[in-house]
């Protein structure tokens, strides 16, 4: 049997990730690879961390790539910290709220939610009464709740959770790179990042950072894999009084090991995502983080105008919307599924569907890093707009584009820098 050429599709993908990559981080994935422990591969990684702290806006020492999609960090960043019986808090307002508990629980936390309504946050005050009462070891929180839309506000929080000493970690995947995320500011005190959604970088690495209250969590179990320990590593670890972390792949301790000027192998790196993941940060940083949160606001901004002018209503509470998902209802009648597979196969364009309760009444539509463009916004809204006729639905019609071409045409003084690419 033979098999053709690989030969995709061109699509103009318009998801909460993964979204289209920067053409500059395609061309720097096919770079010759390079040996783990070659010191020009070495260099990278030391580039990489720099870029990372800037990209949280921490001074912490740790910062570096899982290897794994995104839940690849926030499952190493939690089996690291948590011991079984440990108490946790997670404030749940969608589907990765869920995956956060799913994840302490595995790793046999004793695990005390709080859930409100899909589509709302949570006030931090309510958020802070709650850490009062239970007195966790650990509160986990998404940020950019790409299932629901919405962003958790967390500048107080963490200072809460240092009354009662508890650590703070946060979900950023969905916001990182695409709305402001202030790690040490809000005191913070591990992050996990993903690459596939505002760093425009296919998904395959997890950027996470943590400071020296998690690193002494992590350092108080640390172990060296036995085939490479030395003596002083057996010496230290026969004094060990605390379990070891349950996975070995996740061993933040292993990990840190390697990404230290020790170099000592854990897996094998994963050498053209970390080139692809470097050019999605040299893009980042050179766009500035604040022009590149304004971009995200400013077609976030057209896109909903042109959505709204269409006559289509947005889902949840609009004080708290993430600005890189837009969530639409369906409307009555429409099948949702039907609208989003004629968007992909007359237009080339993909649009998201939700989860659980959400799945069918929802639509989303994802404005994220290299994605998050003119063309692309304008060429969604002309699609849906031609596909709802289509389908039968009445809606006011030219009118979404004009709402958008406003915005777009509006005073200079407005307009962020276009995305950059080459
Ligand atoms: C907020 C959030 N957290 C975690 C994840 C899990 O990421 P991944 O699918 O890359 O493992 C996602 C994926 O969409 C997400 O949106």
């Known amino acids: 049997m033979t098999y053709s050429e690989l030969n995709t599709p061109l699509r103009t993908i318009m998801t909460p990730g993964p979204v289209e990559v920067d053409p500059r981080v395609l061309r720097a994935m096919s770079t010759p690879i390079l040996g783990q422990f070659d010191p020009a591969f070495t260099n990278i990684m030391n580039e990489v961390m720099d870029m990372l702290r800037k990209l949280f806006q921490?001074?912490?020492?740790?910062?570096f790539p899982v290897d794994g999609t995104s839940r690849s960090g926030v499952e190493a960043l939690l089996c690291s910290i948590i011991e079984p019986g440990d108490k946790v808090?997670?404030?749940i307002f969608g589907r990765f709220g869920h995956l956060l508990t799913e994840i302490c629980e595995r790793y046999g936390a004793d695990v005390h939610t709080m859930e409100c309504r899909w589509g709302e946050v949570f006030q931090?005050?309510?958020?802070?009464e709650e850490i009062k009462k239970?007195?966790?070891?650990?509160?986990?929180v998404v940020h950019g709740e790409t299932s629901t839309g919405r962003m958790q506000p967390l500048e107080k929080i963490g200072a809460a959770c240092r009354e009662v000493d508890a650590l703070l970690v946060v979900d950023a995947v969905a916001s990182i790179a695409g709305a402001e995320v202030k790690v040490d500011e809000w005191c913070i005190d591990g992050i996990i990042a993903g690459t596939q959604k505002c760093l425009s970088v296919p998904a395959g690495m997890a950027p996470i950072t943590y400071n020296e209250r998690i690193e002494k969590v992590i350092n108080s179990r640390k172990k060296v894999e036995r085939g490479i320990s030395t003596a002083d590593d057996r010496q230290r670890e026969s004094t060990m009084n605390r379990p070891m972390v349950k996975s070995n792949y996740f061993d933040v301790s292993m990990l840190q090991d390697y990404w230290s000027p020790r170099r000592l192998n854990h897996h094998t790196e994963a050498t053209s995502m970390l080139f692809a993941l470097r050019e999605g940060l040299r893009i980042v940083l050179e766009e500035g983080l604040e022009n590149r949160f304004k971009r995200h606001k400013f077609h976030e901004t057209a896109l909903t105008a042109g959505l709204e002018a269409m006559g289509?209503?947005?889902f949840g509470d609009k004080a708290n919307k993430l600005p890189t998902v837009t969530c639409v209802k369906v409307p009555g009648g429409v099948e949702a599924d039907a609208v989003r597979s004629m968007l992909l196969e007359q237009f080339g364009i993909e649009i998201a569907s939700s989860f659980g309760p959400l799945h069918g009444k929802i639509w989303r539509i994802g404005s994220m890093g290299f994605s998050c463009r003119q063309e692309n916004i304008l060429f969604v809204l002309s699609a849906l707009e031609a596909v709802l006729v289509r389908?039968?639905?009445?809606?006011?019609?030219?009118?979404?584009?004009?709402?958008a071409l406003d915005v777009y045409t509006r005073e200079k003084t407005e307009k962020p820098a276009p995305v950059a690419s080459s």
């Open 89 to 91: 808090l997670v404030p």
């Open 391 to 403: 389908h039968g639905v009445s809606i006011p019609t030219g009118k979404a584009l004009q709402a």
């Open 124 to 128: 931090q005050e309510t958020v802070i």
């Open 134 to 140: 239970v007195s966790p070891k650990v509160v986990a």
């Open 312 to 314: 289509l209503e947005l």
């Open 58 to 63: 921490t001074k912490n020492k740790w910062a």
